[in-house]
C-alpha cells in the first residue's frame, strides 16, 4: 500500500473540491447581487451587469432579464408623451412586475442550486480531510505490521 501517493491523491481531490466550491461562491455572490438589485425597487437594472447574468449559464434568465429590460425602456419611454397615471404606463408596469417576479423566481431556483452544489462540496471536503487525518493511524498501522513480519522473518532465519 502506497501511503504517500494516496495522501497526494486525496490532497489533490480536495483541492479540486475547494476550487470548484470557490467558483460556485462567487456565482452565488453575483447571483445575490442580482438579487439585491431586482428586489430593491430603487435600484437600476440597467447597471447590471450582462457579463453577470452569462456567468449563470442560464438561458431562461437572460431571456427574462432581457424582457424585463425592454420593458422598463418601454414604459421610460412611454412617460415622455404620457402622464404615470395613464393607463398605457400603468399597464407597461404591470408587465414590468410579472417580468420582475419571473426574473427573482429564476434568480432563487439558481441561488437553491448553488447552496446544495456548495452544501455537497463542503461535505466532500470534510471527507477528505476526515481521510487525511486518519493517514498518520493508517501509516502507523503499516509500520506496525512491516515491523511484525521482520521479526518473524527474524526469528525463523534464527
Known amino acids: 500500500i502506497d501511503v504517500a501517493n494516496q495522501q497526494t491523491s486525496i490532497l489533490k481531490e480536495k483541492m479540486e473540491v475547494q476550487n470548484e466550491r470557490a467558483k460556485l461562491t462567487v456565482q452565488l455572490n453575483s447571483v445575490d447581487y442580482l438579487y439585491s438589485g431586482l428586489a430593491d425597487n430603487t435600484g437600476d437594472i440597467n447597471t447590471i451587469s450582462p457579463s453577470i447574468l452569462s456567468d449563470q449559464n442560464n438561458p431562461g434568465l ?9 420593458l422598463m425602456q418601454r414604459r421610460s419611454n412611454l412617460l415622455f408623451s404620457s ?45 477528505f480531510s476526515g481521510q487525511i487525518n486518519s493517514m498518520p493511524n493508517k501509516i502507523k498501522g503499516l509500520t506496525d505490521i512491516t515491523r511484525k513480519k521482520r521479526e518473524v522473518i527474524n526469528k525463523r532465519i534464527s
Open 62 to 70: 437572460q431571456s427574462s432579464f432581457s424582457e424585463l429590460r425592454l
Open 83 to 127: 402622464t404615470p397615471n395613464s393607463p398605457v404606463v400603468k399597464e407597461v408596469e404591470n408587465q414590468i412586475a410579472k417580468a420582475k417576479e419571473n426574473v427573482i423566481g429564476i434568480i432563487i431556483n439558481i441561488r437553491k442550486g448553488l447552496v446544495m452544489q456548495i452544501n455537497s462540496l463542503s461535505a466532500r471536503e470534510g471527507a
